[in-house]
């Protein structure tokens, strides 16, 4: 099973990225009974072979381009493979992965400009860990430890995210029990970042109409255009006004790694809470997500408890206090923090960082090749890594249609993956560069294929108005 999978990831792109499951394939989950006698290992893995392996998602391919998902490494399979056979929990106690789970939230707060003394914890991903840190913003209001007694109650708290900002944080709004109304988007400016006087504006009406803002968060990559917001801005704002500082920093933070994108994100490291994923430009195996926070005992104040059953002692396996799951919702935890660590140290940080600059390096490419392309038409700049373009024809009435049918071609071929957003009202193409296997010669596959199915769809469409013309005449 290991030389097989070792096998795998060195020719993954001799393969289809994705391909459809089969129906039978498919039932023959839906359809399976609960197991009451066991198999042996050599049949499950035959199972496996044939019936999940070849129907991933796809994303260690290198044409696999349609969401910010990271390549994954042979390394970071093996470290899974230590880690499970460890078998630790990582809520808390005396142990030796909760040393370099520890060690992994200290370079990670080395790598952004925080503290020495920030805490952190690693999560399933930047959702996760967004909701931590807003969790943290609340707890840490005026009163507001009360609220993890008594709730929001009548307290009416309101935050700030740009438009663009993900779905996660409108979400961790809604499970706070602040409700997603009280989350502010802020129109954005023609760079799709947060706009300044717009913010500056609602906060003043909303201190106006009796509420209580008390958060703003910024974007380090947005998820549609992978911008960024003017974060030293923000700072100041925040600073001015009394607000907690969040950024999520999903993807786009790791940019700090890279020489030449790191002063694009000039005040990230005055954030108060920060949320990331390792398991996208670093390269973890899934699942790798952090967040930190600036100052110690914020994180305490929002999660610890004193419970009889998990008392912290002064030696034994009892001590080694504080204990992650003071730090998060999760008492039961995995030892992710092997995978960070044997990515971290086993490539260091120049390495990571010149993945990320071949990836924005190979967006400003595949932009220049749209830009250079007749019937393309670049949608946003690039900023980052993301660059979203649309085919423009003159003989089909429905672009959004083409547009999305020739998506899902590319993706049914098997060739490329790229995905779709809306971008100023119109379907885009998305072509997201994350995978350290992605190369200049797998960009030019992406528009050699568009243009062939491009091709063919307009075939269609002329045969299909030169039968209407018939039917009509």
Same mark, same amino acid.
């Not at 009360?146 to 961790?172: I, N, P, T």
């Not at 799709?192 to 504006?201: S, V």
């Given at each position: 099973?290991?030389?097989?999978?070792?096998?795998?990831?060195?020719?993954?792109?001799? =393969?289809?990225?994705?391909?459809?499951?089969?129906? +039978?394939?498919?039932?023959?989950?839906?359809?399976? @009974?609960? @197991?009451?006698?066991?198999?042996?290992?050599?049949?499950?893995?035959?199972?496996?072979?044939?019936?999940?392996?070849?129907?991933?998602?796809? *994303?260690?391919?290198?044409?696999?381009?349609?969401?910010?998902?990271?390549?994954?490494?042979?390394?970071?399979? #093996?470290?899974?493979?230590?880690?499970?056979?460890?078998?630790?929990?990582?809520?808390?106690?005396?142990?030796?992965?909760?040393?370099?789970?520890?060690?992994?939230? &200290?370079?990670?707060?080395?790598?952004?400009?925080?503290? @020495?003394?920030?805490?952190?914890?690693?999560? +399933?991903?930047?959702?996760?860990?967004?909701?931590?840190?807003?969790?943290?913003?609340?707890?840490?209001?005026?009163?507001?430890? %009360?609220?993890?007694?008594?709730?929001?109650?009548?307290?009416?708290?309101?935050?700030?995210?740009?438009?663009?900002?993900?779905?996660?944080?409108?979400?961790?709004?809604?499970?706070? =029990?602040?409700?997603?109304?009280?989350?502010?988007?802020?129109?954005?400016?023609?760079?799709? &970042?947060?706009?300044?006087?717009?913010?500056?504006?609602?906060?003043?009406?909303?201190? %106006?109409?009796?509420?209580?803002?008390?958060?703003?968060?910024?974007? %380090?990559?947005?998820?549609?255009?992978?911008?960024?917001?003017?974060?030293?801005?923000?700072?100041?704002?925040?600073?001015?006004?009394?607000?907690?500082?969040?950024?999520?920093?999903?993807?786009?933070?790791?940019?700090?790694?890279? /020489?030449?994108?790191? /002063?694009?994100?000039?005040?990230?490291? &005055?954030?108060?809470?920060?949320?990331?994923?390792?398991?996208?430009?670093?390269?973890? /195996?899934?699942?790798? =997500?952090?967040?930190?926070?600036?100052?110690?005992?914020?994180?305490?104040?929002?999660?610890?408890?004193?419970?009889?059953?998990?008392?912290?002692?002064?030696?034994?396996?009892?001590?080694?206090?504080?204990?992650?799951?003071?730090? =998060?919702?999760?008492?039961?935890?995995?030892?992710?923090?092997?995978?960070?660590?044997?990515?971290?140290?086993?490539?260091?940080?120049?390495? #990571?960082?010149?993945?990320?600059?071949?990836?924005?390096?190979?967006?400003?490419?595949?932009?220049?090749?749209?830009?250079?392309?007749?019937? #393309?038409?670049?949608?946003?700049?690039? +900023?980052?890594?993301?660059?979203?373009?649309?085919?423009?024809?003159?003989?089909?009435?429905?672009?959004?249609?083409?547009?999305?049918?020739?998506?899902?071609?590319?993706?049914?071929?098997?060739?490329?993956?790229?995905? +779709?957003?809306?971008?100023?009202?119109?379907?885009?193409?998305?072509?997201?560069?994350? *995978?350290?296997?992605?190369?200049?010669?797998?960009?030019?596959?992406?528009?050699?294929?568009?243009?062939?199915?491009?091709?063919?769809?307009?075939?269609?469409?002329?045969?299909?108005?030169?039968?209407?013309?018939?039917?009509?005449?």
């Amino acid at each position: 099973m290991l030389d097989a999978m070792l096998e795998s990831i060195r020719h993954v792109s001799q =393969g289809p990225v994705w391909q459809p499951m089969p129906d +039978t394939v498919r039932e023959s989950f839906r359809a399976a @009974p609960l @197991p009451v006698a066991g198999q042996e290992l050599e049949a499950l893995y035959q199972q496996f072979t044939a019936t999940v392996q070849p129907y991933a998602v796809g *994303n260690r391919h290198p044409r696999f381009m349609g969401w910010v998902h990271g390549g994954g490494t042979a390394q970071g399979m #093996l470290a899974e493979m230590l880690a499970a056979g460890l078998n630790a929990n990582l809520g808390g106690r005396d142990h030796a992965p909760v040393e370099v789970e520890r060690m992994v939230i &200290r370079w990670a707060a080395d790598m952004f400009g925080f503290p @020495p003394d920030a805490t952190g914890v690693l999560v +399933t991903g930047s959702s996760m860990a967004n909701f931590i840190a807003i969790l943290t913003a609340t707890r840490n209001v005026a009163n507001g430890q %009360a609220l993890r007694q008594q709730g929001v109650g009548g307290r009416k708290l309101v935050g700030y995210a740009g438009e663009s900002a993900h779905g996660c944080v409108a979400r961790a709004f809604d499970m706070a =029990g602040l409700g997603e109304q009280a989350l502010r988007r802020v129109p954005l400016d023609s760079a799709f &970042r947060m706009d300044i006087a717009a913010l500056t504006r609602m906060i003043a009406q909303d201190k %106006a109409a009796g509420y209580e803002p008390f958060l703003v968060v910024g974007t %380090a990559g947005t998820v549609d255009t992978g911008s960024i917001d003017p974060l030293n801005t923000l700072a100041d704002i925040a600073a001015q006004e009394g607000l907690w500082f969040h950024m999520d920093g999903a993807f786009g933070a790791l940019a700090r790694l890279a /020489p030449d994108l790191a /002063p694009l994100l000039a005040g990230l490291e &005055r954030a108060d809470s920060l949320a990331f994923d390792f398991h996208k430009w670093a390269q973890v /195996p899934y699942d790798a =997500g952090c967040v930190l926070v600036r100052e110690p005992g914020r994180q305490a104040a929002a999660f610890a408890q004193s419970l009889a059953y998990l008392s912290r002692e002064d030696r034994g396996l009892a001590a080694g206090a504080p204990w992650f799951c003071d730090l =998060g919702p999760d008492l039961s935890r995995g030892f992710r923090a092997l995978k960070v660590w044997f990515a971290l140290a086993g490539f260091g940080t120049q390495k #990571l960082g010149d993945v990320v600059t071949q990836s924005c390096t190979l967006a400003r490419y595949l932009a220049q090749r749209v830009q250079d392309t007749p019937r #393309l038409e670049l949608l946003a700049p690039v +900023t980052l890594n993301i660059v979203c373009f649309r085919v423009v024809v003159p003989d089909v009435d429905d672009l959004d249609w083409l547009n999305g049918e020739l998506v899902k071609d590319m993706q049914v071929s098997g060739i490329v993956a790229p995905s +779709t957003t809306r971008i100023g009202g119109v379907l885009a193409i998305r072509a997201a560069l994350v *995978n350290h296997r992605t190369t200049e010669v797998d960009i030019n596959i992406l528009l050699e294929t568009l243009s062939s199915f491009l091709d063919v769809r307009l075939a269609q469409v002329q045969m299909i108005k030169a039968m209407e013309g018939v039917a009509g005449a």
